[in-house]
């Protein structure tokens, strides 16, 4: 099947001539609508873009429009009766459309073309200055930047600038406060530092000093403490030495008045034996006499005794009275104290006995 638009081949859809023809008067209305048209169609194309031409391609498409919209309806027609010529029915509407919907669009583009050129430089032109905005960080997503007057358009760009130019000076003017901040405050902190270390290396100094002179006080110390336990054991050897010279000499004095006492009363009872022989009456008188004389020597050893009794009871009480004469601070004067002390009392006890 063959017309000056359209070619279709019946057999490439499995159908005879005879229901070929059948389709074919369906759609051979519109078919010669078509061809009117077309020549219409190329006088139209050829004109010069004007205000009437724009007329005539807004009419012609609607008339094209009509016949499509009728042959869309004769395919449906048709499609629902011929379901074995489906495919055929549909190529006819398909290459209908082909040949129809290109001629549509561009009737539609001389119809618009005033509106697509100005449509064109609103569309760049908003580009354009949403480029310009980008500039100076701003994302516009409105569409009527192009529509913009371009006085309002240069008042909009310039307020838009000096916010931005704003913006980045207080950017700037902030980042170099923050700058400036960040050095002060690292100088600050190396200020800091090195006076924590100078510091550091004073107080190591004065550790330092101080561990001498704690040292040097200990050495003295110890040197004094040695000094006083050497007088003191050299002072309790003198006491010893002077307090065994005294027990010494006492026992000695005893011994030499205890003798005297004897070779006294040797004598005397020499003469009374004597006596008794040459004065027997005498006898108890001169018993008399030795009871006296007795008691007077009794008397006077006592009082002898009784003078170094005293002064064994103050010498007693003297090395009492060194038990707690002194205080010592450290642990090792105190312990040595406590061994003079018990070296005094077996000292008393030594008296004593």
Known sequence: MENAIVKINPADYGLNETKAKEIEAMFKPMLDKMVELEKEFNKVANLEISADTCKKAYELRLRYVKVRTGTAAIHKELKAFYLNGGRFV????????????????????IENHFEIIKAERIRKLQEKRQNELMKYGVEYISGNLGDMPDNVWASFLLGTKTNYDNQKAAEKKAEEERIAREKAE??????????????????EE??????????????????????????????????????????????????KERKEWEAHESALRKEREAKEKVEAELKAKR???????????????????????????DLVQDLESLKSKYQF???????????VGILIDKVIDFIRK
């Open 90 to 109: 549909d190529g006819w509407k398909n290459a209908q459309l082909f040949a129809s919907q290109g001629m549509e669009e561009k009737l539609s583009a």
């Open 329 to 339: 601070k450290s642990q090792k004067n105190r312990k040595m104290y406590d061994n």
């Open 186 to 203: 690292a100088a600050e902190r190396e200020r800091i530092r090195k006076e924590n270390e100078q510091l550091k290396k004073e107080a």
């Open 287 to 313: 018993e008399t006499e030795a009871k006296a004389e007795a008691e007077r020597l009794a008397n006077i050893e006592a009082e002898l005794n009784k003078g170094d009794a005293a002064k064994v009871r």
């Open 206 to 255: 004065r550790e330092r000093l101080a561990k001498i002179e704690a040292e040097k006080r200990a050495k003295e110390e110890a040197a004094r403490l040695k000094r006083e336990e050497s007088e003191t054991k050299k002072r309790i050897r003198i006491e010893t030495e002077r307090l065994e010279r005294e027990e010494v000499e006492r026992k000695a004095r005893e011994e």
